[in-house]
T-cell receptor
Framework: DQQVKQNSPSLSVQEGRISILNCDYT??????FLWYKKYPAEGPTFLISISSIKDKNEDGRFTVFLNKSAKHLSLHIVPSQPGDSAVYFCAASEDNDMRFGAGTRLTVKP | ETGVTQTPRHLVMGMTNKKSLKCEQH?????MYWYKQSAKKPLELMFVYSLEERVENNSVPSRFSPECPNSSHLFLHLHTLQPEDSALYLCASSQGYREISNYGYTFGSGTRLTVV
């Protein structure tokens, strides 16, 4: 069963605008959430995380929002840059058992 | 070198071949993981090693055989694979067993495996 879902396989955004990547989950016991970024021919790299006791975490241009009642996680990138073009994976963890989504490919056009 | 290094980057093998994937981490981590990523699917955890001991095997077919000779090296031995085993195989490490802490796992670049 797929407990973490990224329903948009791809997203295209203009440079300078906001990118919003979404992630839904089914397990209410998840207590920690992470976003990874993956460039072609490279492994996923950690981007940002949030604990279930928070609803927002910000790091520079990247902000993650958590809506526990909706079981929804989103990553906002603003302003978007061409170098942000990559595949973004959402991950959720229950007692450090981490589950991944299938990824969303973000393309930022100059 | 730093981080997690995987070799080879690409591998094409026949169904009757035997090959091995190698992973090396230079981070002093104590736990290492093998993941499989098939096209448009989530990463699937295959094996977990903690302090060189296999602690998890997530219903992986026996044609995949992991080996962890020391805390820095991890191998995945492959034999009599099927075409559906074609995927990106990722190695990862963490300080402790399933320790996500603030930064998750550190991943290697992966081995792109094609079984013909």
């Amino acid at each position: 069963d797929q407990q973490v879902k990224q329903n948009s396989p791809s997203l295209s955004v203009q440079e300078g605008r906001i990118s919003i990547l979404n992630c839904d989950y089914t397990n209410s016991m998840f207590d920690y959430f992470l976003w990874y970024k993956k460039y072609p021919a490279e492994g996923p790299t950690f981007l940002i995380s949030i604990s279930s006791i928070k609803d927002k975490n910000e790091d520079g241009r990247f902000t993650v929002f958590l809506n526990k009642s909706a079981k929804h996680l989103s990553l906002h990138i603003v302003p978007s840059q061409p170098g942000d073009s990559a595949v973004y994976f959402c991950a959720a963890s229950e007692d450090n058992d981490m589950r991944f989504g299938a990824g969303t490919r973000l393309t930022v056009k100059p | 070198e730093t981080g997690v290094t995987q070799t080879p980057r690409h591998l094409v093998m026949g169904m009757t071949n035997k090959k091995s994937l190698k992973c090396e981490q230079h981070l002093g981590h104590n736990a290492m993981y093998w993941y499989k990523q098939s096209a448009k699917k989530p990463l699937e955890l295959m094996f977990v090693y903690s302090l060189e001991e296999r602690v998890e095997n997530n219903s992986v077919p026996s044609r995949f055989s992991p080996e962890c000779p020391n805390s820095s090296h991890l191998f995945l031995h492959l034999h009599t694979l099927q075409p559906e085993d074609s995927a990106l195989y990722l190695c990862a490490s963490s300080q402790g067993y399933r320790e996500i802490s603030n930064y998750g796992y550190t991943f290697g670049s992966g081995t792109r495996l094609t079984v013909v």
